[in-house]
């Protein structure tokens, strides 16, 4: 694989991860729009398993970052300070607070709830 293959899988998997951050965040907007309508036990199991989803994607986030450093330092071979700069990472992303990441890009629904649906057949 050449230097320029290697530029291009970097750069994708860059892209990947801002992707995935607008995908949880397109979610969170389905999630405050259901439950805006859907009160209750449910409602709260619905968001809890959103929130475990925004938690896994920081994680895929945070690996994701790692291998496109790796993937740029690896289009010349790696130099010893390569190494340690990867090793320093590693440390980083053992440090990432996912439970702050995921809460950042999942917010909860603040909105007031709409007014109660009738339903037409009351009407007839």
Known sequence: MNSTHL?????????????????VKRMDTVVD?????WQGPAAKAYRRRHRDAAKEAVRIRELMKLIEVA???S?????????DTLAAFRRIQMSVDVDREAAELSTPN????????TSRL???
Do not use: C, H, K, N
Not at 7 to 23: F, G, I, N, S, V
Not at 33 to 37: F, L, V
Not at 75 to 83: A, I, N, S
């Open 122 to 124: 009351q009407d007839l």
């Open 71 to 73: 993937v740029r330092l």
């Open 33 to 37: 729009t259901i439950e805006a309508r």
């Open 75 to 83: 289009r010349d071979g790696f130099t010893e300070q390569e190494l």
């Open 7 to 23: 530029t291009r899988l970097a750069d994708d998997l860059d892209e990947m991860q801002r992707y995935l951050d607008r995908q």
């Open 110 to 117: 603040t909105g007031s709830p709409p007014a109660p649906r």
